[in-house]
């Protein structure tokens, strides 16, 4: 295992047993997280990413089943870890913030006596250094501790939860947060000052974060590196600035191109023709030809594999493996 | 009718409402073709009291020498028929106050959210209890009505609930905009995201219903019927002294375990109404 | 010659009720709004939640009636209408809501959804009409083939093709204005641009008037290219003008606020160090709102007046805008730096 990485996803497949047949949320999908950088995952919905994230956790939802794969954290393959272990290892090891933050608090408690009840299942604290820690998460993410620790959830606006939920994910100095989705059903101040104090947890606490969104734009401002899901399978990932700048999959530019922007030409724009793959019918060959403008004969027919095409690039298009770059 | 097909092959695919189905079935059978079978003969011979089962008769004879199973068959109609017409009035009242008072709201509403909590206020089987010694029942009709008269205010609140968040939902607030007339509001929109539930109560109340009427029979308030199972249990305990005599078990347990028999069967069916109704639970 | 649709100084004030005994307390979510709408214009209606532009929306659609003032339809008051004109009214004006699960019934299949309406106001005669109407509706609005959208629930259709249907449904009764409420919030950006698109058709080729609500500027910049904008705060019109000029030089500082705060598609311009030009980052509650201009306690210009009176909507360069200090605040640019 690579010392720079923090995770190593490897060859993880995830299925879903429907009553209309099954479903790969997930396919053979190996992933590096760089220690200390922040990497976001994109795709539309359904393209497998949270159901990644939850893997990480140990926390897929039924009935979904992980068929193979392993993921690395410091060496060690968490999918093998015993019950005890990996108790430890949710919240302590790895944390989440989870869509629509309202559904993650429990409506009948007090957000102090929450947090409390969170850091006692995992390590001995008196409540009064629990208390502390939390309201200096609290002063963090720029709410009043005093106001917000005797609050129930339904008194807070969403903005103000998310920031609660932020918090909560630090309680127990994890070393890596997952954010899915932070900042959808939220208007575009609040979700910029969310980012400004994510970029801010991020340096000075030095946590490593991994981003799930559909909105490309949203981590243009944030992440470090870029992985781009479709179809359950990882299509690209490299670094935020050549991913814009010079995308080597078809989908990674036509998601580029198709994020409306107050800054470019209003006719510029293109959308993805086509519409999302139906999971239970993938066409043959590469799961995108229908909706790629470069698609051949071979697309038609042969699945592409994800190759390193430049140092740290990965792309998953025959194009590329003939070594021609997209403009 | 594609509907009707759909719906019941989804009850079918569900183990436990298809035995559930074949329960009520069977029962069904009992109560319509089963008088006609099996003629009803309710001379007393006490030569042939207390018989074991046999060929001739199934589950033997009763203190008076008549046969078990035909009065058990014969009984069944009557207990189902009562069930039947109870839980129709319940769902008609109780339907229909539900949703005037959710959709009107305002004065209205407050009037018969009063009434119905008057009603559920009052413990319902004493007054039952009451109701039938003062109103004599002598037929299925008035019967299911004494029956009904305690579990319209459940099912009234419940479907008042009911209106008044789906009244809300964006696809109601849309008929309003779209100027779509009330009547299509009522029955197109409303009725059938209710339909589930109106099912399964209708199942309950008949349940609840029979047990209920088999109850009041057993204290002999309603006799107008001597086969009925509330009837049989009434005389197994006054006059074969009840689980004292063991020569009396079947007569008192027959019916029992029919009564027991059908709430399971009804219980079963309505786990799979949910799912064939909604759908969405189809996939 | 009066225009398609009026709202001549509304106010909607609602009820707050605080428990048993006390109070109720008055909750302003408009204010004094005067709006606007010619046929076939556009119109993209920005704020925040809580600003009122859904509120606004309800009182266009005739789902609220006005605390104070009127809404005119083709120059008659609305809630002054005898019975026809109001039918009249009710379909010429439709709504097509945020979120496409809840907006259509879950128990009817999409050609039920889509025939009701057409049935209800006697638009076909037949069964093969409605067929071939509904049909039609869904390919004007791109679900083609229509006969493998007609017979599906809405939970087994996306978001996106949802969305469509709710669109097909608003056109059905050729409608003269239509209320999009965040139309697109629900659906993947990736393909937000082909919904916006599928209205600015719409609107060019049925003639349909939009008003189109969103927090989201960018999309709002891309349907109404040719039309207007108005900015919302806290139940207010701030700021209003075309598109163009509204964008290019905006002048509220609000707007400047949300237009720094729009998220870009570009790296090096996204990851530029920049704080948003506001002095609080919280909303304030409707509830209570601020004395004299509503936005003053975040406004990096604001100076006594504006605590204690309320501007009113000015004519200012080519926008009119509602700001005492219109003229201090500086010009704005995508890398404002504090």
């Known amino acids: 295992m690579n010392e720079n990485n923090l995770i190593e996803i490897r060859d993880l497949s995830i299925e879903f047993k429907l009553r209309s047949g099954t479903i790969r949320a997930v396919d053979h999908v190996s992933?590096?997280?760089?220690?200390?950088?922040?990497?976001?995952?994109?795709?539309?919905?359904?393209?497998?990413?949270?159901?990644?994230?939850?893997?990480i956790l140990n926390i897929v939802s039924a009935p979904g089943t992980i068929k193979n794969g392993s993921i690395f954290i410091n060496g060690q393959d968490m999918l093998r870890y015993n019950a005890n272990r990996l108790r430890q290892h949710r919240w302590a090891d790895v944390s989440m913030v989870f869509q629509a933050a309202q559904n993650a608090l429990n409506p009948v408690m007090r957000i102090g006596d929450q947090m409390i009840e969170t850091v006692l299942a995992h390590q001995k604290m008196s409540k009064e250094e629990i208390n502390k820690k939390a309201s200096q998460l609290l002063d963090y993410v720029r709410l009043e501790p005093d106001r917000i620790l005797k609050a129930y959830p339904h008194e807070l606006s969403g903005g103000m939860k998310q920031r609660v939920m932020i918090a909560f994910s630090l309680l127990l100095d994890p070393q890596l947060v997952i954010l899915d989705e932070p900042t959808t059903a939220l208007d575009v101040i609040t979700q910029d000052y969310i980012f400004d104090i994510l970029l801010k947890v991020h340096k000075e606490m030095n946590i490593t974060m991994l981003l799930l969104s559909h909105d490309i734009s949203v981590v243009a401002r944030v992440a470090d590196r870029i992985g781009v899901m479709y179809a359950g399978k990882i299509v690209e990932v490299g670094e935020t600035f050549e991913m814009f700048e010079n995308a080597k999959h078809p989908y990674t530019a036509g998601l580029i191109q198709a994020a409306p922007s107050i800054l470019d030409d209003v006719n510029d724009n293109r959308s993805i023709k086509g519409s999302s793959p139906n999971l239970l019918n993938l066409p043959p060959g590469c799961a995108f030809h229908p909706r790629c403008e470069f698609a051949t004969d071979l697309c038609k027919q042969d699945e592409p594999r994800a190759i390193s095409v430049d140092s740290g690039r990965i792309s998953a298009c025959h194009l590329n493996e003939k070594g021609e770059m997209l403009a | 009718m594609r509907g009707m097909i759909d719906f019941f092959r989804i009850i079918c695919h569900n183990k436990r409402s298809l035995i559930g189905l074949i329960i009520l079935v069977i029962f069904i059978l009992m109560a319509t073709a089963g008088p006609f079978i099996f003629k009803l003969n309710m001379t007393v011979d006490y030569n042939n009291r207390y018989l074991s089962p046999s060929l001739e008769h199934w589950l033997g004879t009763d203190f008076a020498g008549r046969d078990t199973f035909i009065q058990l068959v014969h009984g069944s109609k009557?207990?189902?028929?009562?069930?039947?017409?109870?839980?129709f009035f319940t769902l008609f009242v109780g339907a229909l106050l539900g949703t005037l008072s959710g959709l009107v709201g305002g004065r209205l509403d407050a009037g018969?959210?009063?009434?119905?909590?008057?009603?559920?206020?009052?413990?319902?089987?004493?007054?039952?209890?009451?109701?039938?010694?003062?109103?004599?029942?002598?037929?299925?009709?008035?019967?299911?009505?004494?029956?009904?008269?305690?579990?319209?205010?459940?099912?009234?609140?419940?479907?008042?609930?009911?209106?008044?968040?789906?009244?809300?939902?964006?696809?109601?607030?849309?008929?309003?905009?779209?100027?779509?007339?009330?009547?299509?509001?009522?029955?197109?929109?409303?009725?059938?995201?209710?339909?589930?539930?109106?099912?399964?109560?209708?199942?309950?109340?008949?349940?609840?219903?029979?047990?209920?009427?088999?109850?009041?029979?057993?204290?002999?308030?309603?006799?107008?019927?001597?086969?009925?199972?509330?009837?049989?249990?009434n005389l197994a305990v006054s006059q074969t002294g009840g689980i004292f005599n063991p020569l009396g078990f079947i007569y008192l347990f027959s019916p029992i375990l029919c009564l027991a028999f059908f709430q399971l069967g009804s219980i079963f069916f309505a786990n799979g109404i949910d799912e064939a109704l909604n759908p969405r639970l189809r996939g | 010659m009066s225009s398609l649709l009026e709202l001549r100084n509304i106010s909607m004030i609602f009820e707050q009720k605080s428990g048993m005994l006390g109070k109720p307390t008055p909750i302003s979510a408009m204010t004094d709004v005067q709006l606007s709408f010619e046929p076939g214009e556009i119109l993209a209606l920005v704020g925040e939640s809580g600003c009122g532009k859904t509120t606004l929306g309800k009182v266009v659609t005739g789902l609220h009636k006005p605390s104070k003032g009127q809404l005119l339809f083709q120059g008659k008051d609305v809630w002054n209408m005898n019975k026809a004109e109001f039918s009249e009214y009710r379909q010429s004006v439709q709504l097509v809501q945020q979120d496409s699960y809840a907006?259509?019934?879950?128990?009817?299949?999409?050609?039920?959804?889509?025939?009701?309406?057409?049935?209800?106001?006697?638009?076909?005669?037949?069964?093969?009409?409605?067929?071939?109407?509904?049909?039609?509706?869904?390919n004007t609005v791109g679900l083609t083939p229509p006969e493998q959208y007609i017979e599906k629930y809405p939970h087994q259709m996306s978001g996106g093709q949802r969305q469509r249907v709710l669109l097909a449904r608003a056109i059905s009764l050729k409608p003269k204005l239509i209320v999009a409420d965040e139309p697109v919030s629900m659906i993947d950006v990736s393909l937000r641009m082909a919904i916006l698109r599928l209205m600015?058709?719409?609107?060019?080729?049925?003639?349909?008037?939009?008003?189109?609500?969103?927090?989201?500027?960018?999309?709002?910049?891309?349907?109404?290219?040719?039309?207007?904008?108005?900015?919302?705060?806290?139940?207010?019109?701030?700021?209003?003008?075309?598109?163009?000029?509204?964008?290019?030089?905006?002048?509220?500082?609000?707007?400047?606020?949300?237009?720094?705060?729009?998220?870009?598609?570009?790296?090096?311009?996204?990851?530029?160090?920049?704080?948003?030009?506001?002095?609080?980052?919280?909303?304030?509650?409707?509830?209570?709102?601020?004395?004299?201009?509503?936005f003053h306690p975040r406004c990096l210009y604001a100076s006594q007046t504006c605590e204690q009176t309320a501007p009113s909507l000015m004519p200012s360069d080519k926008t009119i805008v509602s700001c005492h200090h219109v003229e201090k605040v500086p010009k704005w640019t995508i890398a404002t730096v504090k």
């Open chain 2, 78 to 87: 009557e207990v189902l028929l009562v069930g039947l017409l109870a839980a």
């Open chain 2, 112 to 233: 018969i959210m009063l009434i119905t909590n008057l009603f559920l206020t009052i413990p319902s089987f004493p007054i039952l209890i009451i109701m039938a010694a003062i109103f004599s029942i002598r037929d299925p009709i008035s019967f299911a009505l004494v029956l009904s008269a305690w579990s319209w205010p459940g099912l009234t609140r419940a479907v008042r609930s009911q209106i008044i968040s789906l009244k809300e939902r964006d696809f109601i607030v849309i008929c309003k905009v779209m100027g779509m007339s009330k009547p299509h509001i009522i029955f197109k929109e409303l009725m059938p995201s209710i339909t589930s539930f109106l099912s399964i109560s209708f199942i309950m109340t008949m349940r609840g219903a029979i047990t209920g009427s088999v109850g009041i029979m057993m204290l002999g308030l309603a006799p107008y019927s001597p086969t009925n199972w509330g009837q049989m249990l």
């Open chain 1, 31 to 55: 992933l590096d997280i760089p220690r200390g950088q922040v990497t976001a995952l994109v795709g539309e919905s359904g393209s497998g990413k949270s159901t990644l994230a939850s893997a």
């Open chain 3, 200 to 294: 600015s058709t719409l609107n060019k080729n049925l003639g349909i008037a939009f008003i189109y609500i969103t927090h989201d500027l960018a999309t709002a910049r891309y349907i109404a290219q040719h039309g207007r904008m108005a900015v919302m705060y806290l139940g207010k019109i701030v700021e209003q003008g075309s598109v163009h000029d509204v964008l290019a030089a905006p002048q509220h500082p609000y707007l400047q606020a949300l237009l720094s705060a729009v998220p870009v598609p570009n790296p090096r311009i996204a990851k530029a160090k920049r704080e948003l030009p506001l002095k609080s980052l919280d909303m304030p509650s409707i509830t209570n709102p601020p004395s004299g201009c509503s």
């Open chain 3, 103 to 138: 907006a259509l019934n879950p128990m009817r299949t999409i050609f039920q959804s889509l025939s009701d309406p057409i049935l209800q106001h006697k638009f076909v005669r037949s069964r093969k009409e409605v067929y071939e109407r509904v049909c039609e509706l869904l």
